[in-house]
């Protein structure tokens, strides 16, 4: 089917761990973005891309790496996992309207993930 | 900093009767939308709004903008029970490289 996909759903690490999420789009959308929600915070960027190759940092970056080598991938890794990661990622993708489409983010199914 | 906040945080509703959820952003923003969350869901698109003075409906749903007054509204009409949701508005704006801002959510359950 077409649309955004993340992998894992869900995930439990440990302490100190290194972990990527992953997120996939098939609809070649230039931007993506990664939120993570956590109760009392709502959602909060922690990092986006424009296009491949070109990512920046969102209101929550530190502990986390992302890169953008394909269009469609955009991949979240956790360098050293420490339980205040424990939260539910989401990934996002839109396209401007000034390229054709509609400015709106649609968001993937989430990844649980769990820091013991 | 773009920041955006809503309310009322909870609602509980009454089937049949009609309420509205305010979202207030705190500076210039030209877009504005509303996301509905069903628990242990993703966010799914309901409204984008434009332009000054956009209105939108979806059903029951009714979502307005006054850019002046950097308020949003969305209103529900006849609350139903397939209404409980969690609903969040989100500012951006292209200057800020089409970033958004949420908002808290707004916790929606309807009661009979």
């Known amino acids: 089917d077409a649309g955004i996909t993340q992998s894992p759903r869900y995930k439990i690490t440990e302490t100190g761990r290194q972990v990527t999420l992953m997120c996939h789009q098939t609809w070649s959308h230039s931007y993506m973005f990664w939120y993570r929600q956590d109760l009392g915070h709502g959602l909060r960027l922690i990092y986006y891309?424009?296009?491949?190759?070109?990512?920046d940092k969102g209101e929550v970056p530190d502990g986390y790496v992302v890169s953008r080598s394909k269009t469609e991938n955009f991949p979240l890794t956790l360098e050293s996992a420490t339980r205040s990661q424990t939260s539910v990622y989401f990934c996002a993708s839109s396209e401007p309207a000034l390229a054709g489409g509609t400015d709106t983010q649609y968001f993937g199914p989430g990844t649980r993930l769990t820091v013991l | 900093e773009l920041k955006v906040e809503q309310n009322p945080l909870f609602l509980s509703m009454q089937e049949g009767k009609n309420y509205t959820i305010y979202c207030n952003y705190s500076t210039t923003s030209d877009r504005l939308y509303w996301y509905r969350q069903d628990p242990g869901k993703s966010l799914e698109s309901l409204f984008v709004?434009?332009?000054?003075?956009a209105v939108k409906q979806e059903g029951r749903l009714m979502a307005s903008l006054d850019t002046k007054a950097r308020l949003s509204t969305l209103h529900i009409t006849a609350a139903v029970h397939d209404l409980s949701a969690t609903y969040f508005c989100?500012?951006?704006?292209?200057?800020?490289?089409?970033?958004?801002?949420f908002g808290a959510g707004t916790t929606v359950t309807v009661r009979a």
């Open positions: 709004l434009l332009s000054n003075g």
């Open positions: 891309s424009a296009a491949a190759d070109i990512t």
């Open positions: 989100a500012a951006g704006h292209p200057s800020n490289d089409y970033k958004l801002s």
